[in-house]
């Protein structure tokens, strides 16, 4: 064959003679099958953010953050409790294979095993299809998965005691604590401050004595004979003179 006019050359058929520019389609081609970006895409964008922003800002006015008081390191009473997301894995912790000597497999083998498996569920499963039910390996992961979250956040909220959270996190007013005073002392030697913390606040273990409205010689009485259900007899260990002084500073503490 001898070249001539209209004969074209290729080192390989499947490259095509003749190259155009890989340039798409102007939008206006495909008339009510897209739009311009912009404004129109961005528009119905910025209208729906808006929603969902009057959305939270509407339920942050009507459902206030649960704020609790300043932190107390001295109160072992504390009832802790995560946010939603981690409850699964804080009901997690409490079970006995993966709590205490087993916390490391409570905190860091079966979560970690758990979402290495969703991870990896992909690339086990490489089936070409997209129903779940012809991907039973993936889709049986991704169902254990939600199912055990679901059970595991449930048994959370269901077993938290409530009522001794909100008392717990209730903000009291603040009252001036005269730590080197005689009766403070006597309140520390005799671990008073375990459950009622070194402001005297309390928390979830024992009521706030902060300005508690009982006379000096009930508060001798309670801290001798105790009060049910929290506070069983024989706490105080001191002598009459040092359980007078002691009565004495928890009933002038927040008087005016």
């Not at 520019?21 to 961005?42: M, Q, R, V």
């Not at 928390?203 to 006379?215: F, M, Q, R, T």
């Not at 801290?223 to 069983?232: C, D, E, I, L, T």
Request: glycine share 10%; charged share 20%.
């Amino acid at each position: 064959m001898h070249r001539g006019k209209g004969m074209k050359f290729v080192g390989d058929s499947r490259v095509p003679a003749e190259r155009k520019p890989n340039i798409p389609k102007d939008y206006s081609e495909f008339p009510g099958k897209t739009e311009a970006f912009w404004p129109n895409f961005l528009l119905k964008e910025w209208l729906v953010g808006a929603v969902f922003l009057i959305g939270y800002l509407c339920l942050t006015v009507a459902h206030p953050s649960p704020l609790e008081r300043i932190a107390d390191p001295t109160d072992a009473g504390y009832i802790p409790l995560p946010d939603w997301y981690f409850l699964f894995l804080y009901q997690l912790l409490k079970y006995t294979y993966a709590s205490g000597p087993y916390n490391v497999i409570g905190a860091f083998v079966i979560p970690g095993l758990a979402f290495g498996a969703l991870l990896l569920a992909p690339f086990i499963d490489r089936g070409p299809h997209r129903r779940p039910v012809k991907r039973p390996f993936a889709t049986g992961f991704m169902l254990l998965a939600l199912a055990a979250t679901v059970f595991l956040t449930w048994e959370s909220v269901v077993n938290h005691d409530w009522e001794a959270a909100e008392k717990q996190g209730q903000i009291v007013e603040e009252v001036e604590v005269d730590t080197e005073a005689e009766g403070y002392k006597i309140y520390q030697e005799n671990g008073c401050i375990n459950c009622h913390g070194d402001t005297l606040q309390g928390g979830a273990a024992a009521p706030s004595l902060a300005g508690i409205e009982l006379s000096k010689e009930e508060i001798a009485d309670i801290a001798v004979n105790g009060k049910p259900p929290g506070m069983p007899a024989g706490q105080f260990k001191g002598t009459e003179e040092e359980l007078d002084k002691l009565a004495t500073f928890i009933s002038e503490l927040g008087g005016e």
